[in-house]
RNA sequence: UGGGCCGUCGCCAAGCGGUUAAGGCACCGGGUUUUGAUCCCGGCAUUCGGAGGUUCGAAUCCUCCCGGCCCAGCCA
């Protein structure tokens, strides 16, 4: 340890409940949950999220809940719900328990009508528009409802017809009585209940009535004896009324709820509404397209559940309006595959190359290392022959400054192979470069050439024994750092922000690879089989990420 | 004179009255290298949004100012 270990950063919240075990508050417990609504995929900003509340749990010998805030029947779905299941998991977190804000509705029902026998809340006959227009501005008060003073009993016997059916939607909701005049809009008589009758995922057609998230959120924490509820920064303001509910009810606890910033991604966005849009309008293919930030998207596009994590860890938590950078994200997949991901050969967009003094029924094979710097990792047969493809990149017929890889009577190595000289350039009608015909050098294999120096080394594929594959280049999908300013959407998208490759050629051991398996195309990048398309038929893999590339290409 | 919150290196982020202002990403050198990758070594804030003040001593406490974010759903 004589180097100085990284040291992960500490954060406030962990400060706040540093202190809190310290006092021995809440007998030294600490109970976090995820409470996603289930009306969209998990994308990488709910891994923050999820990362945040499961990591603090395990810290401190506590638990972790997964609790769906189904309280909105209207937008939420099943199959929301089995996704977001399956995401956590994935990432590697295990909930203690799995609930449901759903599961709640009666005791949330009785705690409502013990707010009206108290006189704090009431039925309110306005309509919508009426409310809004009572509910005052930013900067005026609003006025009262002309039925915020109706008897409890009245109240209770309108809130128990609510909740008979007896109403239509928007006839009644019940409101909280707190202050009109508060600067804090969210207490001035906020809405705890509102009629609706839609069949809910879980409960069905047994209510007609739902609770707000206000009021539901703090009473399921506090029934779950959750000690920390950590919530994103646009709950700030949400506090006040979290605290208000908890103080006017005997419920088991009173959770405290700490807020963080949420994730900004640069040339991403988080919003759920405009993720869905981009899905119903078929801007993307669904959403488990590969340059979708979903985890579900992410993970068809090679990120694993390791480096999102090490993702979390890197970016911290604060309150602080943050922008997190690309590279901080594809910085965490480069270190876990560059340690993990086996080598292979692809060449993208293949140039035919035929070695002339090499026999046409040439063939040899190599035993190459699958990782340079990690022997376990063990070694595949590559098998090398007269005719080989290279990628078109890697020549050039007028090359530019400081290029060191072929060009015409030049010399290049062949990645653990020999080096071969450019000799002859065969273009077709169009002027276009379709087979290069060079020399080989046989004293190169496993030395350097006598009496000069080759610089550049380019990877390459046997003709006759390469196998064709379809590779998928991904870049970030806007154009934009931040596409949600954008005028529209549309104008926002790189329409090459996904490039199909279908004719490339892989070394044969590919063959082998197995949906959702990484390797590392050496000099090109990381990349995975596809976990849908991929077959050893039919051969398809995603760019994960670029390697590094100090030159610029 | 609506309420709430935030401002430490290009991007994140520790720091909580006495440290040479951590660390990561990025960047810039130099070395190794049959991946222009990896790895290694070195550099990278006399300064903490600004101005005052308190103190022997301030990024840390106080005051004012400047800049930014959130809130007017019967969404979460």
């Keep these: 340890m004589s180097k100085s270990e990284p040291v992960k950063a500490s954060n406030f919240i962990r400060n706040i409940i540093d202190e809190d075990v310290a006092a021995g508050k809440n007998g030294g417990q600490v109970v976090t949950r995820f409470p996603p609504e289930p009306n969209g995929y998990l994308h990488i900003g709910h ?51 799995l609930r449901h804000a759903s599961d709640y509705f009666d005791e949330l029902y009785e705690y409502a009508c013990e707010l009206i026998r108290q006189g704090k809340a009431y039925v309110d006959s306005s309509s919508a528009e009426e409310m809004r227009e009572m509910r005052g501005t930013l900067t ?65 057609d047994k209510w007609s009535i739902y609770p707000m998230y206000d009021y539901t ?29 908890l103080d006017n009810l005997k419920t088991p606890s ?66 602080n309006d943050a922008w997190i950078e690309m590279m901080v994200l594809e910085g965490c997949i480069r270190d876990q595959l560059n340690r993990e991901a086996p080598r292979r050969m692809a060449v993208l967009d293949p140039i035919k190359v035929v070695i002339t003094d090499l026999p046409a029924d040439h063939e040899q094979r190599f035993t190459l290392a699958n990782h340079p710097q990690d022997d376990t990792a063990g070694t595949r047969e590559v098998p090398f022959t007269r005719e080989i493809y290279i990628d078109r990149d890697d020549f050039a017929e007028v090359p530019p400054p400081k290029y060191q890889r072929l060009i015409p009577g030049g010399e290049v190595r062949l990645r653990s192979s020999y080096v071969i000289k450019c000799e002859e350039i065969i273009k077709d009608d169009a002027g276009k470069v379709v087979e290069l015909r060079c020399t080989h050098d046989p004293d190169t294999l496993g030395k350097k050439p006598e009496g000069r120096k080759v610089k550049g080394v380019i990877h390459w594929v046997s003709a006759t024994y390469g196998e064709s594959a379809e590779i998928r280049l991904y870049n970030p999908l806007f154009n934009t750092p931040d596409p949600a300013k954008a005028e529209s959407i549309e104008d926002a998208i790189d329409p090459e922000s996904e490039i199909i490759l279908s004719n490339c050629i892989v070394e044969p051991a590919l063959k082998d690879a197995v949906a959702e398996q990484h390797f590392q195309f050496e000099r090109i990048g990381y990349f995975v089989a596809d976990r849908h398309d991929h077959s050893s038929d039919n051969l398809v893999f995603n760019r994960v990420v670029t390697l590094r590339d100090t030159w610029a290409k």
């Design 254 to 319: 009173h959770p405290q709820q700490i807020e963080f910033a949420r994730l900004s991604l640069e040339y991403t966005m988080l919003s759920k509404r405009l993720l869905i849009k981009l899905v119903e309008e078929n801007i993307v293919n669904g959403w488990d397209d590969p340059r979708m930030p979903t985890i579900i998207g992410m993970r068809r596009r090679g990120y694993t559940p390791e480096a999102l994590r090490e993702f979390c860890e890197r970016i911290g938590i604060t309150k």
């Design 217 to 245: 959120h703090c009473v399921s924490d506090a029934i779950e004896n959750i000690t920390h509820s950590l919530c994103t920064l646009e709950f700030e303001d949400h506090r006040p009324l979290y605290d208000w509910v």
């Design 140 to 204: 005026e008060p609003g006025i009262e409802s002309p039925y915020r003073n109706r008897s409890i009993e009245q109240n209770l016997d309108l809130f128990s017809r609510m909740k008979a059916g007896e109403f239509n939607d928007g006839d009644h909701v019940l409101r909280a009585k707190i202050d009109m005049a508060s600067g804090n809009i969210n207490m001035r008589d906020p809405t705890l209940y509102r009629i609706r009758k839609v069949n809910h995922i879980r409960t069905g």
């Design 47 to 97: 891994a923050k999220s999820i990362c945040l509340n499961f990591g603090t749990a395990t810290r401190y010998n506590g638990r972790c809940n997964l609790r769906f805030d189904d309280t909105n029947p209207a937008k939420e779905s099943e199959e929301y719900a089995l996704a977001i299941k399956d995401d956590v998991t994935w990432l590697g977190f295990e909930w203690n328990e």
